[in-house]
């Protein structure tokens, strides 16, 4: 036995994969069986290149290929992430031996359900990113000219900072925050490319911001140059949708693949914003 498949009792002869599908944006998913022949240290990646060659499902039945998103496969962009037998994670590094482990009859594959579906497995994350630039999570450039070295970062910065540099925009956090609720908007008949993204950023800046953007924006309020913005940052925190709509479930750090203390970040972010309130009411 292979020490990727501790607890895999008996090889079976076939995988069955059910899958949830749907044709476009906005149209009705349905479920899908497929088949393929069990290989042993297949991840759920590979799954998906098998149900993509064979495109039939487990009845014979001619379908088009499932649509899944990945890029580095290796648990660092985050685009292959989605809901696997009921748990958020990428599918990358979901080992399909482990999984059969914990449930032998069959792998169950969702797309992520707090993000709008574009095809199939494949979500539109666009959101993730929109919160990211709404707290300005990013260190401000004035020049590219060389202006010498910069700020001494102390050791105690950088073991608070480096865990949090770590976050890849996946989004497990959000699919699994009780206050990240899914925004889909449908584009009107005429609609402008304009107008519509004009309508969907405000329904964004409304709605919750969530534990990635909240732990980014600690990141760089604690970097010698990114704090320039921490006023912008706890700004954008305090207001629509900010730390107050956080309900403190914790459920967002029980996910995380690459177990970055959110939870630590929601409570700093909690105090920042605190003093920052206070300073703003003396400074009136
Ligand atoms: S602690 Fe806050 S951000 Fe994390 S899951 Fe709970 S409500 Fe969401
Ligand atoms: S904080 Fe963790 S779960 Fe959330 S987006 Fe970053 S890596 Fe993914
Ligand atoms: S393909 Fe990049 S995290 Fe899975």
Same mark, same amino acid.
């Given at each position: 036995?292979?020490?990727?498949?501790?607890?895999?009792?008996?090889?079976?002869?076939?995988?069955?994969?059910?899958?949830?599908?749907?044709?476009?944006?906005?149209?009705?998913?349905?479920?899908?069986?497929?088949?393929?022949?069990?290989?042993?240290?297949?991840?759920?990646?590979?799954?998906?290149?098998?149900?993509?060659?064979?495109?039939?499902?487990?009845?014979?039945?001619?379908?088009?290929?499932?649509?899944?998103?990945?890029?580095?496969?290796?648990?660092?962009?985050?685009?292959?992430?989605?809901?696997?037998?009921?748990?958020?994670?990428?599918?990358?590094?979901?080992?399909?031996?482990?999984?059969?482990?914990?449930?032998?009859?069959?792998?169950?594959?969702?797309?992520?359900?707090?993000?709008?579906?574009?095809?199939?497995?494949?979500?539109?994350?666009?959101? %993730? +990113?929109? *919160?990211?630039?709404?707290? =300005?999570?990013?260190?401000?450039?004035?020049?590219?000219?060389?202006? &010498?070295? !910069?700020?001494?970062?102390?050791?105690?910065?950088?073991?608070?900072?480096?865990?949090?540099?770590?976050?890849?925009?996946?989004?497990?956090?959000?699919?699994?925050?009780?206050?990240?609720?899914?925004?889909?908007?449908?584009?009107?008949?005429?609609?402008?490319?304009?107008?519509?993204?004009?309508?969907?950023?405000?329904?964004?800046?409304?709605?919750?911001?969530?534990?990635?953007?909240?732990?980014?924006?600690? %990141? +760089?309020? *604690?970097?010698?140059?990114? =704090?320039?913005?921490?006023?912008?940052?706890?700004?954008?925190?305090? &207001?629509? !949708?900010?730390?107050?709509?956080?309900?403190?479930?914790?459920?967002?750090?029980?996910?995380?693949?690459?177990?970055?203390?959110?939870?630590?970040?929601?409570?700093?972010?909690?105090?920042?914003?605190?003093?920052?309130?206070?300073?703003?009411?003396?400074?009136?």
């Amino acid at each position: 036995m292979n020490a990727l498949e501790p607890n895999l009792k008996k090889r079976p002869e076939f995988i069955n994969v059910r899958v949830r599908r749907q044709d476009a944006p906005g149209k009705e998913p349905y479920w899908e069986l497929h088949k393929i022949k069990y290989e042993p240290e297949l991840n759920v990646i590979s799954v998906l290149q098998r149900i993509a060659a064979q495109a039939k499902t487990s009845d014979g039945k001619k379908v088009n290929p499932v649509a899944w998103d990945c890029g580095c496969l290796e648990e660092v962009c985050g685009a292959c992430t989605m809901v696997i037998n009921g748990r958020v994670r990428q599918s990358c590094s979901a080992l399909v031996d482990r999984l059969l482990a914990e449930n032998s009859d069959e792998l169950v594959l969702e797309p992520m359900s707090k993000f709008p579906v574009v095809r199939d497995l494949q979500v539109d994350r666009e959101r %993730l +990113f929109h *919160n990211l630039s709404r707290v =300005k999570a990013w260190v401000p450039v004035d020049s590219y000219y060389d202006m &010498g070295r !910069g700020e001494r970062v102390s050791r105690e910065d950088q073991e608070r900072n480096y865990p949090l540099s770590q976050c890849m925009s996946c989004g497990c956090c959000l699919e699994a925050c009780p206050q990240f609720l899914k925004v889909e908007l449908e584009r009107r008949v005429g609609e402008s490319d304009e107008a519509y993204q004009a309508r969907k950023d405000a329904e964004f800046d409304e709605s919750f911001v969530g534990p990635h953007a909240i732990s980014q924006a600690m %990141l +760089f309020n *604690n970097h010698p140059t990114g =704090k320039t913005l921490a006023d912008d940052r706890l700004e954008a925190l305090t &207001g629509p !949708g900010g730390i107050q709509v956080c309900g403190n479930a914790q459920n967002c750090v029980a996910v995380c693949p690459k177990e970055i203390p959110l939870t630590t970040s929601i409570a700093r972010t909690g105090r920042a914003t605190t003093l920052y309130a206070i300073r703003k009411w003396f400074e009136k």
